[in-house]
């Protein structure tokens, strides 16, 4: 069983900054994508930021220049780093991985959520 643990998530001002931090753990053969979402009251989940196995990325417009996501292969952990946060950021955030977990099958895992607040 392929589990996602998020964390780092809290209440920050505006302009502030917080990191999120997802891993992955359990008999994992492969990670491809892994990505980040979230979804603020009364609203739709939406994409934030993904990162392929390779590192390429990509990011919804209302975070470019704000969030940068990356992973580190060998800890099989996803960042999200947020600066400049805005209060319409204010949301649960969701880690998402696409696994090849053992035996040999292929997985879309969600983490738990780690909500995001920002506020003065």
């Known amino acids: 069983q392929v589990q996602l643990v998020e964390s780092g998530g809290g209440l920050v001002q505006p302009g502030g900054s917080l990191r999120l931090s997802c891993a992955a753990s359990?008999?994992?053969?492969?990670?491809?994508?892994m990505g980040w979402y979230r979804q603020a009251p009364g609203k739709a989940r939406e994409e934030v930021a993904t990162?392929?196995?390779?590192?390429?990325?990509t990011y919804a417009d209302s975070v470019k220049g704000r969030f940068t996501i990356s992973r580190d292969n060998t800890k099989n952990t996803v960042y999200l780093q947020m600066v400049s946060l805005k209060p319409e950021d204010t949301a649960v955030f969701y880690c998402?991985?696409?696994?090849?977990?053992?035996?040999?099958?292929?997985?879309?895992?969600w983490g738990q959520g780690t909500q995001v607040t920002v506020s003065s």
């Open positions: 998402n991985a696409d696994v090849f977990s053992l035996p040999l099958r292929r997985q879309s895992i």
């Open positions: 359990g008999l994992i053969f492969r990670i491809n994508a």
């Open positions: 990162i392929t196995s390779d590192g390429t990325t």
